[in-house]
């Protein structure tokens, strides 16, 4: 049964909120390790917060972060999506230059750069790691592949409408290269261009159109590797194009035998096998006025920005243009196969924000457990919302969402943002926020009511847009410290045309 907001904003006094000990600690952690010195005290970042409303506008004196380190060198243009290695050791870009680029994270130096079968007429949009162990038959090598096994597992997306998966392959013993060295191969494609012009029909349910040659390709917004409970021995992805979310079932090619690897070993092709297909629609309640528009989409036709699974409970929210979000829930059926449930849409009433433009959603995260979701605004703010299973008068139950904050004033209003993403320990206190005004934000992710500021400011920017940010996790002791003698880190992408030195992209120790 589907539930939706009751389209009111978020309950609680517009006065700012006492920052909470847990969420101190961790920004202060963060802060500390970005500029050598404490955030202020709680009692000072209190009244710091009592002023807020009536000062909002202007901005802290920004601090230069003395943990930064530059990976140049590689990118020539705007930097799109980057990601982490799961094991930390690599970062992967991705760049309107139409190149993926792969980073040694202790060194922060270039150490790939895959072109392969990629067009320079579409740049590079987003970048995302499938952990090889999640495949059963590579358990036991993952870690020491001393006979050039694959190791890592790449998907890359851009405005082309092609998805393509990168296989890592640690041998060097080819032409003098250094033992453990990657070789990476191109292993398989997805065309969303063209499962829209020809159509896909099968009992999945993937739907198929019709695309004239003339349109523009569909740009890949979304991707993820997805671990769901309801097939758990499935390995699939997630991917967005126009209107549609889409999971693929990856597999390898029975037979696949070529291209090879320097010591002649086969490279394993893959296949995307449709798994199920989700077509939006626009909203007939009135809802879903703050459309993505004017100029950019004269038609006020539907796009999917972002989209994203929650491990915990098989729900996948997608970031639509007409300000909405949805909530759907994965099933698979014995008798009719996987299906996917709308549960509730999340959506503020028309003209909550008077006198800003820019009401379609960019992006969504989850937290950890499936209960929390930020949704980013295109006007430079971040909603919170918390959803609980409830019973009904019918005694059925269902998803009930609830609007619990508006984060603002961290970000410039009337700007967009680009993306949010829960940290900060176990319990992750803390929500980070970037976007077009250069800053990463960092806030309490249990806030309630109107924040005007954010906790710290670590990264400002001013003329350097940031598009993609990605966060390592080790596990930490008690102190807070981490277990492994690897640090985390912090990647930052985005910027502009870099001119005779290109675009860097930012790591950051903490």
Same mark, same amino acid.
């Given at each position: 049964?589907?539930?939706?907001?009751?389209?009111?904003?978020?309950?609680?006094?517009?006065?700012?909120?006492?920052?909470?000990?847990?969420?101190?600690?961790?920004?202060?952690?963060?802060?500390?390790?970005?500029?050598?010195?404490?955030?202020?005290?709680?009692?000072?970042?209190?009244?710091?917060?009592?002023?807020?409303?009536?000062?909002?506008?202007?901005?802290?004196?920004?601090?230069?972060?003395?943990?930064?380190?530059?990976?140049?060198?590689?990118?020539?243009?705007?930097?799109?999506?980057?990601?982490?290695?799961?094991?930390?050791?690599?970062?992967?870009?991705?760049?309107?230059?139409?190149?993926?680029?792969?980073?040694?994270?202790?060194?922060?130096?270039?150490?790939?750069?895959?072109?392969?079968?990629?067009?320079?007429?579409?740049?590079?949009?987003?970048?995302?790691?499938?952990?090889?162990?999640?495949?059963?038959?590579?358990?036991?090598?993952?870690?020491?592949?001393?006979?050039?096994?694959?190791?890592?597992?790449?998907?890359?997306?851009?405005?082309?409408?092609?998805?393509?998966?990168?296989?890592?392959?640690?041998?060097?013993?080819?032409?003098?290269?250094?033992?453990?060295?990657?070789?990476?191969?191109?292993?398989?494609?997805?065309?969303?261009?063209?499962?829209?012009?020809?159509?896909?029909?099968?009992?999945?349910?993937?739907?198929?159109?019709?695309?004239?040659?003339?349109?523009?390709?569909?740009?890949?917004?979304?991707?993820?590797?997805?671990?769901?409970?309801?097939?758990?021995?499935?390995?699939? %992805?997630?991917?967005?194009? &126009?209107? #549609? /979310?889409?999971?693929?079932?990856?597999? =390898?090619?029975?037979? $696949?035998?070529? *291209?090879?690897?320097?010591?002649?070993?086969?490279?394993?092709?893959?296949?995307?096998?449709?798994?199920?297909?989700?077509?939006?629609?626009?909203?007939?309640?009135?809802?879903?006025?703050?459309?993505?528009?004017?100029?950019?989409?004269?038609?006020?036709?539907?796009?999917?920005?972002?989209?994203?699974?929650?491990?915990?409970?098989?729900?996948?929210?997608?970031?639509?243009?007409?300000?909405?979000?949805?909530? %759907?829930?994965?099933?698979? &059926?014995? #008798? /009719?196969?996987?299906?996917?449930?709308? =549960?509730?849409?999340? $959506?503020?009433? *028309?003209?909550?924000?008077?006198?800003?433009?820019?009401?379609?959603?960019?992006?969504?995260?989850?937290?950890?457990?499936?209960?929390?979701?930020?949704?980013?605004?295109?006007?430079?703010?971040?909603?919170?919302?918390?959803?609980?299973?409830?019973?009904?008068?019918?005694?059925?139950?269902?998803?009930?969402?609830?609007?619990?904050?508006?984060?603002?004033?961290?970000?410039?209003?009337?700007?967009?943002?680009?993306?949010?993403?829960?940290?900060?320990?176990?319990?992750?206190?803390?929500?980070?926020?970037?976007?077009?005004?250069?800053?990463?934000?960092?806030?309490?992710?249990?806030?309630?009511?109107?924040?005007?500021?954010?906790?710290?400011?670590?990264?400002?920017?001013?003329?350097?847009?940031?598009?993609?940010?990605?966060?390592?996790?080790?596990?930490?002791?008690?102190?807070?410290?981490?277990?492994?003698?690897?640090?985390?880190?912090?990647?930052?992408?985005?910027?502009?045309?870099?001119?005779?030195?290109?675009?860097?992209?930012?790591?950051?120790?903490?």
């Amino acid at each position: 049964m589907n539930t939706h907001t009751d389209g009111v904003g978020p309950q609680g006094s517009i006065d700012q909120p006492e920052v909470r000990p847990n969420a101190y600690r961790e920004a202060n952690r963060l802060h500390s390790a970005f500029f050598g010195r404490p955030l202020p005290s709680t009692a000072a970042a209190n009244a710091a917060n009592d002023n807020a409303s009536s000062s909002s506008s202007k901005k802290p004196k920004s601090l230069s972060p003395q943990n930064e380190r530059l990976c140049m060198g590689g990118h020539r243009e705007t930097i799109f999506g980057l990601s982490f290695s799961p094991d930390g050791k690599y970062m992967a870009s991705a760049s309107q230059d139409s190149t993926i680029r792969i980073w040694d994270v202790a060194s922060h130096r270039l150490v790939a750069t895959l072109t392969e079968g990629l067009d320079v007429k579409f740049e590079c949009l987003r970048v995302a790691w499938m952990n090889i162990r999640d495949f059963d038959h590579y358990s036991s090598t993952t870690n020491n592949n001393s006979d050039g096994g694959e190791t890592y597992l790449l998907a890359s997306a851009g405005a082309d409408g092609i998805v393509r998966l990168w296989s890592g392959n640690t041998n060097g013993a080819q032409d003098g290269a250094a033992p453990g060295k990657l070789n990476w191969h191109c292993v398989g494609t997805q065309d969303h261009f063209l499962l829209e012009e020809n159509g896909v029909n099968d009992d999945n349910g993937v739907r198929g159109g019709s695309t004239s040659e003339e349109e523009d390709r569909p740009q890949i917004y979304a991707m993820q590797f997805v671990r769901s409970k309801a097939v758990p021995n499935m390995n699939l %992805l997630l991917t967005s194009a &126009n209107d #549609s /979310i889409y999971m693929w079932n990856i597999v =390898e090619e029975d037979g $696949s035998s070529s *291209p090879q690897s320097p010591n002649n070993n086969a490279i394993k092709r893959r296949k995307f096998l449709p798994h199920l297909a989700v077509q939006f629609s626009h909203l007939d309640d009135g809802r879903g006025v703050n459309q993505f528009g004017g100029d950019r989409n004269p038609d006020n036709e539907l796009y999917v920005f972002d989209a994203s699974h929650s491990e915990s409970n098989d729900l996948v929210g997608a970031a639509l243009s007409d300000g909405t979000c949805r909530i %759907l829930s994965h099933h698979v &059926n014995s #008798s /009719i196969g996987p299906t996917c449930q709308e =549960e509730c849409v999340l $959506s503020l009433p *028309p003209g909550y924000f008077p006198g800003t433009r820019g009401g379609h959603l960019t992006a969504l995260s989850w937290d950890k457990s499936g209960t929390r979701l930020a949704t980013c605004i295109a006007s430079g703010r971040v909603v919170l919302w918390s959803l609980q299973v409830v019973l009904n008068r019918e005694g059925v139950q269902v998803l009930q969402p609830s609007c619990i904050s508006v984060l603002e004033g961290g970000h410039d209003i009337g700007r967009p943002l680009f993306g949010a993403k829960y940290c900060g320990g176990e319990n992750e206190e803390l929500l980070m926020t970037w976007g077009v005004d250069g800053r990463v934000c960092v806030w309490d992710s249990f806030s309630v009511g109107e924040v005007l500021s954010p906790l710290c400011t670590l990264i400002s920017h001013s003329n350097y847009p940031i598009y993609a940010l990605d966060i390592t996790d080790n596990e930490r002791n008690s102190n807070g410290e981490a277990n492994d003698v690897q640090k985390n880190h912090i990647a930052v992408g985005g910027g502009a045309d870099g001119g005779f030195l290109g675009v860097p992209a930012y790591l950051y120790d903490v």
